[in-house]
């Protein structure tokens, strides 16, 4: 007998008879993989269950469809397991494209983008109107749980006018806002619900103008008025480094006060994102996190697992990860 037909009878002489299937020894390995990342989680899981965590969705985490799927997911996880996670939205790449399409000129100083009221009408379109509605649909085709909302809805936000210190100098950026109060009654009973929130972050000031306010500035501003467990911020680079662009020197863990005085040397564009992580542990929430959003499942590897991603920002170095 040839080796073919060999081969081909020790096949035959293997094969489940009818009705019987095998299972192959390498989904075995693939699922114990599985279930032991489950397990691992656990601890994290316990602790935070029931806990409200914000998340700032922003960078390529929201123009590549694969990474918002896995970013959807994500979300869905958390509040399955028992958490309560709040989403806070920017959309600066949509935001720029509709204006690049418009014809609108766009500029940014001291990282915030300047807004004029013709600029607003765009903002406000593709933030409410696109970015939240696409996030939404998403979440929600794992079931009914997102509920998409403004900081003009209930009156969730109300702003106040900011400037921004460029070169020295206090700048006027147009209908650009701060946060002036938080009203989290509404995001609260979406929660109570157990559904999702999803944020857009234009909000009026007290004579009723509609301003942009930067969502790093509105995810924080609400984490604190939320009592939130953390707050989570997605960016484009792997998190805070001490020398950009030198790789070897990301920082995993950084006091309150030791990032304060390394805010005035950031790049523009870190610094609404650092600004953001440090009021709100100073405003009482107990971590702020900076995560890689590029990595898929970028926030479950932060919240569930026992090294974390990307930097943290504490009120003091010698408190335990959390």
């Known amino acids: 007998m040839s080796e ?13 008879a009818p009705g019987i299937e095998r299972r192959d020894a390498a989904d075995l390995t ?22 409200v965590v914000v998340v700032k969705y922003g960078g390529h985490a929201m123009v590549d469809p694969e990474l918002r799927r896995a970013f959807a997911a994500d979300m869905v996880f958390l509040r399955t397991v028992g958490l309560h996670p709040v989403v806070v939205h920017g959309g600066g790449p949509q935001i720029s494209e509709m204006l690049g399409r ?9 990282g915030f983008r300047v807004t004029t009221a013709e600029a ?34 209930a009156k969730l936000l109300t702003a106040t006018r900011r400037t921004v210190v460029v070169d020295g100098v206090d700048t006027d950026i147009g209908l650009v ?3 002036a109060s938080v ?17 857009a972050t234009v909000a009026p000031d007290a004579q009723g103008v509609v301003h942009n306010i930067n969502s790093d500035t509105a995810a924080a501003a609400i984490a ?39 805010l005035p040397s950031l790049s523009a564009g870190m610094v609404p994102k650092m600004e953001g992580a440090l009021r709100a542990v100073r405003g009482g ?38």
Do not use: C
Request: hydrophobic residues 50%.
């Open 30 to 51: 693939d699922a114990t993989a599985r279930a032991e990342v489950l397990a691992g989680a656990l601890p994290w899981l316990r602790r935070f269950a029931g806990a």
């Open 177 to 179: 806002g701060d946060v």
């Open 102 to 110: 418009l014809g609108i000129p766009g500029e940014f100083r001291g």
């Open 4 to 16: 073919t037909a060999v081969a081909n009878a020790t096949a035959a002489k293997h094969q489940a």
């Open 285 to 322: 929430v107990p971590a702020a996190h900076i995560i890689d959003g590029r990595r898929a499942h970028a926030t479950l590897l932060e919240i569930v697992t026992r090294q974390g991603i990307g930097t943290m920002v504490v009120p003091e170095l010698e408190m335990e990860r959390v």
């Open 183 to 199: 009203n989290p009654a509404a995001v609260l009973d979406i929660v109570g619900a157990g559904r999702i929130p999803v944020i």
């Open 224 to 262: 604190v008025a939320l009592g939130a467990a953390k707050l989570v911020i997605l960016t484009d680079v792997e998190g805070l480094y001490a020398n950009w662009p030198d790789a070897s020197s990301l920082i995993s863990r950084i006091s309150a006060d030791a990032l304060g005085e390394m």
């Open 120 to 153: 607003m009408d765009v903002v406000r379109m593709v933030l409410v109107g696109q970015v939240g509605r696409e996030l939404v649909g998403l979440i929600n085709e794992h079931g009914p749980l997102a509920v998409g909302m403004s900081g003009e809805d």
